[in-house]
């Protein structure tokens, strides 16, 4: 997605947080909350709801807006719809964590425990994990500036969150389910959206699992004695992909993070990334050290995976029709209101019927 800088029109926004509204509400009312996260998981799904909304299929603000109409748009529902979004762009997605704890005192929230965790609220552990994996483990140039945290009453999670390169001009997607992600160190992604694919580090491929277990190993080792084979390494004509490995790798600066593994003694590669202070470049360390001594490859392997009705923000492909928008909204909310009182099999027949808006 193209890196694209502005912010939608208030008039529009404001006819997003409706739609988005309205679209939520007869989803939940038909299927249930967990049935609309799974769809929010699903790259190609968000994508179609953010052309809907209106917003420009070939934007990274896309990603942003529909995620802001969408937040703004279930306020006050949570008690009735059962479903919590955290989160947000910039400086509001760190504070993801403390509104995750809000939204657990609060209400009745179950916490989930099929994945190991190493906090007392597993919510705010996924919410943070899935953080660090796309900025520390997958290290493909796309650097988190949007997150959010989605989740139920049953603690089923979904994350959405975006990454920019401003070398390369694009932006990058990563999509999360709880109800896929059988571990967070281990393909633990719904799917990444991106259209410009590298060769980046990727430690949570499957081809990577010896060098999550070296990684592990080593960090046990005497930090000084992995900054003396860091240094000889400097010296060495390496290969390729170790040349990408070693890049930008200062053996005295990444000195305290090596300290702080050492000192936890991690028991697998998940406790390792979650370690406070142990970023992208000591990772990339662990790996490069875990190849040259335990000939333990990681993979290269990009994660990446190569529809309008209401036109979109920049007039493309055509200019937002508001009659056309406010009409869809009413379709919407008169259909629920329907349901609601007892005509379900309208509400089953809306779900069939095809049409177009003109």
């Not at 965790?117 to 140039?141: E, R």
């Not at 406790?271 to 333990?296: M, N, Q, W």
């Not at 979109?312 to 629920?336: C, M, N, W």
Request: charged share 25%; glycine share 6%.
């Amino acid at each position: 997605m193209p890196l694209h800088y502005g912010k939608a029109p208030r008039w529009l926004f404001d006819l997003m947080k409706k739609l988005a509204r309205e679209i939520s509400l007869v989803m939940v009312e038909n299927s249930g909350p967990e049935d609309l996260l799974r769809k929010l998981s699903d790259p190609a799904w968000f994508q179609a709801f953010g052309c809907v909304l209106g917003f420009d299929w070939h934007s990274s603000g896309l990603t942003t807006t529909t995620l802001g109409a969408l937040k703004d748009g279930l306020k006050g529902t949570e008690k009735d719809l059962g479903i919590f979004i955290a989160g947000g762009k910039g400086k509001t997605s760190r504070k993801t964590p403390e509104q995750i704890q809000e939204y657990c005192d609060k209400f009745t929230v179950h916490l989930p425990n099929n994945l190991t965790t190493y906090q007392p609220n597993p919510l705010v552990y996924a919410s943070k994990m899935s953080a660090k994996v796309d900025n520390t483990a997958i290290q493909d140039g796309y650097q988190l500036y949007h997150h959010v945290f989605i989740f139920t009453r049953e603690g089923t999670w979904t994350v959405v969150q975006q990454g920019m390169n401003p070398a390369l001009h694009f932006a990058r997607r990563y999509h999360w389910l709880s109800e896929d992600a059988k571990s967070f160190v281990n393909e633990p992604h719904k799917g990444v959206m991106c259209d410009h694919k590298g060769e980046p580090l990727n430690m949570v491929a499957q081809e990577s699992e010896n060098s999550r277990k070296a990684s592990t190993e080593l960090s046990h080792e005497n930090p000084e004695k992995l900054i003396q084979e860091l240094k000889k390494a400097k010296g060495l004509v390496l290969p390729k992909h170790h040349e990408v490995l070693i890049e930008g790798i200062n053996p005295d600066r990444i000195h305290k993070s090596l300290i702080k593994s050492h000192e936890r003694n991690p028991e697998d590669f998940e406790e390792l990334l979650s370690t406070e202070g142990v970023g992208p470049k000591a990772i990339r360390a662990l790996a490069l050290l875990s190849d040259l001594i335990f000939k333990a490859k990681p993979s290269f392997r990009d994660p990446a995976k190569y529809s309008f009705a209401h036109g979109g923000k920049d007039g493309h492909p055509y200019p937002v029709d508001r009659e056309t928008y406010q009409t869809s909204i009413h379709i919407l909310h008169d259909a629920l209101n329907k349901a609601k009182i007892g005509h379900s099999n309208k509400l089953r027949a809306f779900e069939r019927l095809k049409f177009f808006l003109h």
